[in-house]
């Protein structure tokens, strides 16, 4: 079973320009998290998708990110325009669907994407 | 509010040596705690988790944690670090109450980065 992808791995921009990072969930996971990692910081959640929708965005930093799940299968990331604070590591999880009573499953993390902004 | 404190961002141990990598947490609901570690050029592995169940918790690769209500601690042990254990190593917190709204958001500490002597 192949595990979560992100797309692409690395990335530099220049400040102003915009980018798109894609996350390809775990098939049949109809969680969709995304994270970043800051330089020297701890990774913080920026959303949740369930299937297509938005579950929880309060993690998102300001509206120049804008995520996308359309048809409740990838993600789309995208940051326009790019600021030199948004340099760090998004990483994208996916997890299965919650059961009743509300068990945790288990977050599934993909490699992440450095995003370095010039 | 949830949160999650690593004490050590790094931590040299010598090979065949007793691995403890501390992790303290806050949280007003029963938390979730999970460990995942980071392999270099790699995304986040999950280690080991705690969901309510057996207070002491075993992973993969001989690791194991032991959840302490009473000192709000989930610290990580291994018996005898071995070469391949150097990464760094995440402690993260989540609780479906905190994040409201169905979303297991997770809260990580900084990571402590564990280099292995040989």
């Known amino acids: 079973e192949a595990g979560v992808t992100q797309f692409p791995s690395h990335s530099v921009i220049e400040k102003g320009q915009t980018v798109t990072l894609r996350c390809d969930p775990i098939?049949?996971?109809?969680?969709l998290y995304w994270y970043r990692r800051v330089m020297g910081k701890e990774i913080k959640f920026l959303l949740h998708?369930?299937?297509?929708?938005?579950?929880?965005e309060s993690g998102m930093p300001n509206n120049r990110f804008l995520a996308e799940r359309t048809g409740g299968t990838y993600s789309t990331l995208k940051v326009q325009p790019a600021e030199l604070e948004d340099s760090g590591v998004y990483f994208c999880?996916?997890?299965?669907?919650?059961?009743?009573?509300?068990?945790?499953?288990?977050?599934?993390f993909g490699p992440g994407t450095r995003l370095l902004v010039l | 509010a949830q949160s999650v404190t690593q004490l050590g961002s790094h931590v040299s141990v010598s090979e065949g040596a007793l691995v403890l990598l501390r992790c303290n947490y806050s949280?007003?609901?029963?938390?979730?705690l999970f460990w995942y570690v980071q392999y270099p050029n790699q995304g986040l592995q999950l280690l080991l988790k705690?969901?309510?169940?057996?207070?002491l918790v075993k992973g993969i690769n001989g690791f194991e944690a032991e959840f302490k209500k009473s000192e709000t601690s989930f610290h990580l042990t291994k018996p005898s670090a071995h070469m391949s254990d150097a990464a760094e190593y995440f402690c993260?917190?989540?609780?479906?109450?905190?994040?409201?709204?169905?979303?297991?958001?997770?809260?990580f500490g900084k990571g402590t980065k564990l280099s292995v002597i040989p």
């Open positions: 993260a917190v989540s609780s479906l109450a905190y994040s409201g709204a169905g979303s297991y958001q997770l809260t």
């Open positions: 998708f369930v299937k297509e929708s938005k579950q929880d």
């Open positions: 705690y969901t309510s169940a057996a207070t």
């Open positions: 999880a996916s997890s299965q669907e919650m059961l009743a009573g509300g068990r945790i499953e288990t977050q599934y």
């Open positions: 098939s049949g996971h109809d969680n």
């Open positions: 949280s007003s609901v029963p938390p979730y």
